[in-house]
């Protein structure tokens, strides 16, 4: 099928940058919210971006006026979906909220569109019945920044169909992504799920004196090769968001092993979220 419309729900970190990834793809875009506000602060960050690429030469004055023309904001979900050939869930990860959100895409979405959620950590069999079009779901998982990651996890649960993988894959690669295939739903998926073990080796390390946070991080990256150490990651990410993932992780999985490390629990407890508030394993100004 031929994909020329994108809906993107939710103007959040992860829905702004897709919204403007797909804009600078060449599809007509529009960034859903039911929030005015976030839209608008949307629009000032993702006008903010553009124009540092510009002054770095980054991106060509006509390609940043031309992505801007094709992405548009809205508050009418149901009005934005009428259109849509492919929709990008990014919404809170609350299961009632995107159950509720797909449903409603279910009604108002052409019969064609497939329905996409950005979830890293809920599978989209979890949401597709309330579309009434399941072979039509997929995760198509986006790593943040969105708009530097290449990286496009695609997840077909058991009743999506080939035409809606192919579909979703082309975009991606329209897009300048690198997607990649997981063929059966499992709690993390890929990426998470290697970063994951990565982490927990890395906590268990500090957590029983083995070597300090500096000097496994430093190993990480001139032993391994790896561009950041798992600490300065972790930070980068956002502590919160590791435990999230690791709370939704063990509510699948029942694994002990897979509950929240104690020095994550911790430092969110503390406030001490990384990058974002200013400190989490390291100080930053």
């Not at 064609?112 to 989209?124: E, F």
């Not at 649960?157 to 035409?163: F, V």
């Amino acid at each position: 099928m031929t994909i020329e419309n994108i809906l993107v729900i939710g103007a959040g970190t992860m829905g702004r940058q897709i919204a403007m990834s797909c804009a600078l793809g060449g599809y007509t875009t529009v960034l859903q919210d039911i929030s005015a506000e976030a839209l608008s602060a949307a629009r000032t960050e993702l006008e903010g971006w553009a124009a540092s690429r510009l002054a770095k030469g980054k991106l060509e004055e006509a390609t940043v006026a031309q992505a801007l023309a094709r992405l548009s904001q809205s508050t009418d979900l149901a009005q934005s979906a009428s259109n849509a050939d492919l929709v990008i869930e990014a919404a809170v990860e609350r299961l009632d909220i995107k159950e509720q959100i797909f449903a409603q895409l279910g009604q108002h979405a052409p019969a064609h569109a497939i329905l996409a959620t950005n979830s890293s950590t809920l599978p989209s069999s979890k949401v597709a019945e309330a579309s009434g079009r399941p072979q039509q779901v997929c995760n198509m998982h986006f790593f943040n920044p969105a708009l530097v990651m290449k990286c496009v996890e695609v997840v077909r649960n058991e009743q999506t169909s080939d035409a809606t993988i192919a579909a979703v894959t082309a975009v991606a690669d329209q897009l300048g992504k690198n997607p990649v295939l997981v063929n059966k739903e499992i709690p993390g998926f890929i990426a998470n799920r290697m970063m994951g073990a990565i982490n927990a080796e890395a906590l268990n390390l500090a957590h029983a004196g083995i070597a300090s946070i500096e000097d496994i991080d430093t190993t990480a990256k001139t032993a391994l090769g790896h561009p950041m150490g798992p600490f300065e990651l972790m930070d980068m990410v956002g502590l919160d968001v590791i435990d999230f993932i690791a709370q939704a992780t063990y509510a699948e999985t029942g694994d002990e092993a897979d509950q929240p490390h104690p020095m994550i629990t911790d430092k969110v407890a503390a406030g001490k979220l990384g990058r974002k508030s200013g400190e989490g394993f390291y100080p930053y100004s």
